[in-house]
């Protein structure tokens, strides 16, 4: 059995203001790509993950890692005595603002609840999810959705406006920790989201740019493609998307963003 940890984009991000544990309260749509990451499972008596792809390297596959975590979750809250052997195709950045970890962590909640029979609903893994991570409810739903809270309150959001767009997730190479960037934010509310997306923001782009300011690059460098509609940077970065009006102007954006940046990472999808 298999499933796609879709990359999640943030379409907008308002930080509307600071908790006192620290955390942040957002305004945030989310929407994913139809690529991801691709999480395999076969039943065993042990639970146990093997991590395979571009992005294996340097990603602990012990029990610190999400999806592992996830599994063991999903097993206590239902008392499952079955184990599954887990294989990760890890194809996105990590530590990239595009859910990484947390699409992982919530393919795992699907995965595991269908190869074990268990039968859990949407409530119950979103409620697993929250304990995994801010992004982990949305990833479980990996369908257009609004975000408040610290982002894990769900709402529905309709998406029809940009739904099949054109893609481009554009990553310079630079890992960029999520918490550094929250503690970069100036402290000024982000305001309600808007009805228009072009007119909403990405609030965390400014102290992200400071930790890498190589973001301020790739946002140009898709900024000047023909047919960009949409240009913003997704989390806490580093990458960045476009949303364009044709395939052919996605397409010729990504050869020549491939030809001045070599070492950039580039994933041509679309908005699922
Ligand atoms: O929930 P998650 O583990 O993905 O969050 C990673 C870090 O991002 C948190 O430790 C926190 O520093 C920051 N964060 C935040 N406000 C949010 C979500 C995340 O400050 N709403």
């Known amino acids: 059995m298999e499933e796609i940890a879709r990359a999640k984009i943030n379409l907008a991000l308002h930080v509307r203001g600071r908790e006192p544990d620290g955390y942040h309260r957002l305004e945030t749509v989310f929407a994913f790509a139809e690529h991801g990451d691709l ?38 809250r239902l008392q499952v005595g079955k184990g599954a052997a887990l294989t990760l195709n890890k194809r996105l950045p990590v530590a990239s603002g595009i859910g990484g970890g947390s699409a992982d962590a919530a393919a795992a909640l699907r995965l595991l609840n269908r190869l074990w029979g268990v039968g859990a609903g949407e409530p119950e893994l979103l409620g697993i999810a929250r304990s995994l991570g801010a992004d982990v409810p949305a990833c479980v739903l990996s369908r257009p959705c609004l975000g408040t809270g610290r982002g894990d309150d769900l709402a529905p959001y309709d998406a029809s406006a940009v739904t ?25 509310d982000g305001g309600p989201l808007p009805e228009d997306l072009l007119s909403a923001h990405n609030d965390l782009e400014e102290p992200a740019k400071a930790v890498a300011p190589v973001i301020g690059d790739v946002l140009e460098a898709l ?36 030809a001045a940046h070599p070492h950039w990472w580039q994933l041509a999808s679309r908005l699922g």
Do not use: H, Y
């Open 39 to 76: 999480l395999r499972a076969s039943e065993a008596a042990e639970l146990s993950l093997r991590i395979e792809g571009p992005f294996a390297e340097g990603l602990s596959a012990g029990e610190d890692n999400l999806v592992l975590r996830a599994a063991r979750k999903l097993q206590a």
């Open 223 to 258: 900024a000047a493609a023909s047919g960009a509609r949409l240009v913003r940077m997704s989390g806490s970065g580093a990458t960045c998307f476009a949303l364009f009006e044709s395939e052919a102007e996605r397409d010729k954006a990504t050869a020549e963003i491939a």
């Open 164 to 188: 099949g767009a054109p893609l481009l997730l554009v990553n310079p190479g630079v890992a960029v920790s999520t918490a550094d960037v929250f503690r970069g934010w100036a402290g000024r």
